[in-house]
């Protein structure tokens, strides 16, 4: 399987071969540098750290900066591991390049990324609560949640809300992945991606696109 760290750039429009608008996402992908190669015999199992977007030495720590140097590169930003199966035949060694020619014959591919956050939600917001009648009879409590926890509805485990009651909370800022995304365009020379439909996180965030683990049933944009 296939994995690049990259940065979102942001959205545009393209044409497809029926001559239909399609909103597509342009991903940086690469080039991700080998960091470190593990295996079954020296750490117990086999998976490939790799290494995107230079950071000023200032930035990082000694270590950080001697674990780069052993794969004569400079530290970087954004380092991630690629777990492999047991069985898989080792095919980078310690400081080579991965670009965007990995995905020349994927079709989709999955995105993980860091969703934008939206900080503290009520329930309409988080869970989207249609919230209390806009005229007679209510007041001040439009946007309220409404009963969160009763003896009656659970009788006999106290009357406390219940595990996983949607109430207002933190919102956004967590990992999400978004899968089969329609591998559109692959610019070998700018180190691009372009991908059908959004892809979490803000333009210049960080995400991981690695090919699709169930492909078959498109994103739909």
Same mark, same amino acid.
């Given at each position: 399987m296939a994995m690049l760290l990259g940065k979102k750039v942001g959205m545009t429009q393209v044409y497809d071969e029926l001559g239909k608008l *399609? $909103? /597509?996402? /342009?991903?940086?992908?690469? $080039?991700? *540098? *080998?960091?470190?190669v593990k295996t079954a015999e020296t750490d117990g199992y086999n998976a490939v750290q790799v290494g995107f977007d230079e950071v000023k030495p200032l930035r990082r720590k000694n270590p950080q900066i001697g674990h780069a140097q052993k794969a004569d590169t400079t530290a970087k930003k954004f380092v991630k591991e690629m777990r492999l199966p047991d069985d898989a035949e080792q095919q980078h060694k310690v400081g080579d390049s991965i670009t965007v020619s990995v995905f020349a014959e994927n079709e989709f591919v999955d995105v993980i990324g860091t969703s934008k956050g939206k900080g503290f939600a009520g329930v309409m917001k988080r869970h989207g609560f249609s919230g209390f009648p806009a005229s007679h009879g209510t007041e001040r409590k439009h946007r309220a949640p409404g009963s969160i926890s009763s003896f009656a509805s659970d009788a006999g485990h106290g009357g406390g809300p219940k595990r996983g009651k949607k109430m207002a909370g933190h919102m956004g800022n967590r990992r999400v992945t978004t899968k089969n995304h329609k591998l559109v365009a692959i610019d070998e020379e700018k180190n691009l991606l372009v991908v059908k439909g959004p892809v979490p996180g803000p333009a210049g965030g960080y995400c991981i696109v690695r090919s699709a683990k169930k492909a078959g049933v498109e994103q739909k944009a």
């Amino acid at each position: 399987m296939a994995m690049l760290l990259g940065k979102k750039v942001g959205m545009t429009q393209v044409y497809d071969e029926l001559g239909k608008l *399609v $909103p /597509v996402t /342009v991903i940086q992908a690469g $080039p991700c *540098v *080998v960091m470190q190669v593990k295996t079954a015999e020296t750490d117990g199992y086999n998976a490939v750290q790799v290494g995107f977007d230079e950071v000023k030495p200032l930035r990082r720590k000694n270590p950080q900066i001697g674990h780069a140097q052993k794969a004569d590169t400079t530290a970087k930003k954004f380092v991630k591991e690629m777990r492999l199966p047991d069985d898989a035949e080792q095919q980078h060694k310690v400081g080579d390049s991965i670009t965007v020619s990995v995905f020349a014959e994927n079709e989709f591919v999955d995105v993980i990324g860091t969703s934008k956050g939206k900080g503290f939600a009520g329930v309409m917001k988080r869970h989207g609560f249609s919230g209390f009648p806009a005229s007679h009879g209510t007041e001040r409590k439009h946007r309220a949640p409404g009963s969160i926890s009763s003896f009656a509805s659970d009788a006999g485990h106290g009357g406390g809300p219940k595990r996983g009651k949607k109430m207002a909370g933190h919102m956004g800022n967590r990992r999400v992945t978004t899968k089969n995304h329609k591998l559109v365009a692959i610019d070998e020379e700018k180190n691009l991606l372009v991908v059908k439909g959004p892809v979490p996180g803000p333009a210049g965030g960080y995400c991981i696109v690695r090919s699709a683990k169930k492909a078959g049933v498109e994103q739909k944009a």
